[in-house]
C-alpha cells in the first residue's frame, strides 16, 4: 500500500476511534431501524412496483429505487428507508415513451438536495440502455426559471446537453447513451 493510501486509512481509523460509546451506539441503532424498515418496505413495494436496487444517499440514508413501466410511460420511483412505506414515494422521475428509441422527461417530484434526483437519474438512464433507448430529453419550462441554475448544474452533471432560451424563458435537454 503506497504511504499516502495509509495515511488516508490511518486518519479514518482515527476519526471513528474519537467516537463517544454513546454515538457509536446510536449510529448502530439507526442502521439497525433502517435496515428493519428496508426489508418491510422492499416487501410492500414488490407488491406493486418492479424493485430495481437499493442505494445509499449522500446523508448515508438508504433508500429504495423501484420502476413502473406499462410500455407507454415510466416511473422511477424512492423510497426512503427510515419510515414505513404506505403506498407513496418519496421522489419520482415521471417520463412517457414519445417513440421506440425516445424517452421525455415530463417531471421530476419530491425534495431536492437530498441526492434523490441523481439516484433516480441514473436508475433512468440504465432504464433507457436496458430498452435500447436512444434518446432522453425534455423541456426546461417557464415554472422551472426561478430554479434555473440547480437545473442546468443537474443535467450537466448527467451528461445531458441543454438549449437554454433566455428570451422565451424555455430550454430542452438531451442524452444520448455514449454507445
Known amino acids: 500500500m503506497k504511504r499516502s493510501g495509509w495515511v488516508l486509512l490511518t486518519k479514518l481509523r482515527a476519526e471513528e476511534e474519537m467516537k463517544e460509546p454513546e454515538q457509536i451506539k446510536e449510529e448502530y441503532e439507526d442502521l439497525e431501524f433502517q435496515l428493519f424498515r428496508m426489508q418491510q418496505n422492499m416487501k410492500e413495494i414488490a407488491k406493486q412496483q418492479q424493485v430495481l436496487g437499493i442505494e445509499q444517499t449522500k446523508d448515508e440514508k438508504w433508500v429504495i429505487v423501484s420502476l413502473v413501466d406499462d410500455g407507454y410511460s415510466c416511473k422511477i420511483l424512492l423510497n426512503e428507508c427510515e419510515s414505513a412505506y404506505r403506498g407513496n ?91
Open 89 to 179: 414515494w418519496d421522489f419520482m422521475i415521471q417520463a412517457k415513451y414519445d417513440d421506440p428509441s425516445t424517452i421525455f422527461i415530463g417531471d421530476i417530484k419530491g425534495e431536492e438536495n437530498k441526492g434523490f434526483g441523481s439516484i433516480c437519474m441514473d436508475y433512468l438512464k440504465e432504464h433507457a440502455l436496458d430498452q435500447n433507448i436512444r434518446c432522453i430529453k425534455g423541456d426546461l419550462a417557464k415554472r422551472d426559471w426561478d430554479h434555473l441554475d440547480r437545473l442546468i448544474h443537474f443535467y450537466e452533471k448527467h451528461d445531458f446537453d441543454i438549449v437554454v432560451n433566455e428570451a422565451e424563458q424555455s430550454g430542452e435537454i438531451y442524452w444520448n447513451p455514449p454507445y
